[in-house]
């Protein structure tokens, strides 16, 4: 089980464990709800919502629909999922109400999403074909939709540090993580560059912040995951037997195990055959403790 792996040392490179392979196309989305002690995430061209219970190792899946690219909690009990151009509730194992439908192209679809310390849900958008700049940031506040700006094929993050003052989010084409200030009332700067990766790297893909204010990276296409510090020094690369990493969650009730999701879509026979875990979840012991993901206040 996930939650027998050894504590870390912070100097010390994780070895990632297998936890569960269910094959997903597009693993993504991981968020872990503390309240159930279990860790949720998507199969967004599968159509799925998956849930793993570290400590009884308990594995459900829900057939959605749809195209499922994050999972978060609510104040007022139940999920939230973005699918295509809507926010949705979960309800009774699919996608229900809408909270929210995003005025986007027909060619787009949400991607990867946070919330902040206020309750606010941030969603990244992209264009599905990956080829137009039609990527957007949008805020879900108090059942409110605005454009928070941004233009990019494929956005990816957020994330928000737990004061509330800072942004990051991801370029995923571009290769690049940059910095934004933000208000108490949510509004955003120009932002500046946090990281430049190289065509070598990958492309970073979904984002998260640990306690020590350090942001951790899937790398698509890089075969890991990435932990740079508050000033972009890169402290720590954990290498995956899976090449398609896009995302990482800190669970467990400390918060110190690391969650990764991959995916295997787009991989050939020969490529499938070098990573036959592609698509599994892996777990490691964390360096530090991540943060508690707040819940959409609505």
Known sequence: MAE?????????TPTPELVWQLDALLGEGPAWMPDEGALWFVDIKGGKLHRFHPQTGTRETIETGGQPSFVVGCEDGGLIVGSDSCIHR???????AVLAPIPQPAHNRTNDATVDASGRLWVATMDD?????TGSLWCLEAGTLRHAGTSAVVTNGPAVTADGCTLYRVNSGERR??????SDSGELDAGELFVQLKPSEGHPDGIVLDSENCIWVGLWDGWGVRRYAP????????????ARVTKVAFGGPDLKTVYVTTARIGLDEEALARQPLAGGLFAFAAPAPGLPLPKVRL
Do not use: Y
Not at 90 to 96: S, T
Not at 129 to 133: A, G, I, M, V
């Open 90 to 96: 979960v309800e009774a194992g699919r996608l229900g």
């Open 4 to 12: 027998a792996i050894a504590q870390a040392e912070p100097s010390a």
């Open 129 to 133: 074909h990956e080829e137009r700049e």
């Open 231 to 242: 000033d972009g020094t890169l402290l720590l690369h954990v290498p995956l037997p899976s």
């Open 177 to 182: 993580i940059t910095r934004h200030a933000m």
